[in-house]
């Protein structure tokens, strides 16, 4: 994949991570948080358990999450995009262990919670995300092997 073609895929990503944070970012105002309730029931599989109202925690946690997603879409957008067109390998690498580290410690702690369903969902953001870099790296190595 081409270092701009990678690059698109991130900003996709990122764009779709910005959504999915509007969404749940919906959950601390009760008389418009059905939607972030809803998606909060599908990610804890099976849908159709939750209780009709969150939780002070459920809320609180959901803007803190929603939050850190958005932060980090403009992270994707603004800095490890454009940084994935230059081939920035630094850039790349650490973007790369972030993302594997998210993936670690969110995944462990739903685990534990219970939610072993989110570790699923989890992987698919994940694969969204290192696919496109793991691409360009190999474009990259590819590059470097056949210039001789």
Do not use: C
Request: cysteine-free.
């Amino acid at each position: 994949m081409s270092p701009k073609n990678s690059a698109m895929v991130i900003r996709l990503t990122a764009y779709g991570f910005i959504a999915f944070a509007f969404i749940w970012g919906l959950a601390p105002y009760q008389s418009i948080n059905l939607p972030a309730r809803l998606l909060l029931d599908l990610l804890a599989w099976p849908p159709g358990d939750a209780d009709p109202v969150l939780t002070r925690s459920e809320m609180w946690l959901s803007s803190i999450g929603a939050g850190l997603t958005v932060a980090i879409s403009i992270m994707l957008l603004g800095i490890v995009a454009p940084a994935v067109e230059k081939s920035d390998k630094k850039t790349i690498r650490v973007t790369f262990w972030a993302f594997v580290a998210w993936f670690l410690v969110d995944g462990a702690g739903s685990i534990a919670s219970g939610v072993v369903s989110n570790v699923f969902f989890n992987a698919i953001l994940l694969a969204a995300i290192l696919i496109p870099l793991s691409a360009v790296r190999l474009d990259e190595n590819v590059k470097q092997n056949t210039s001789g």
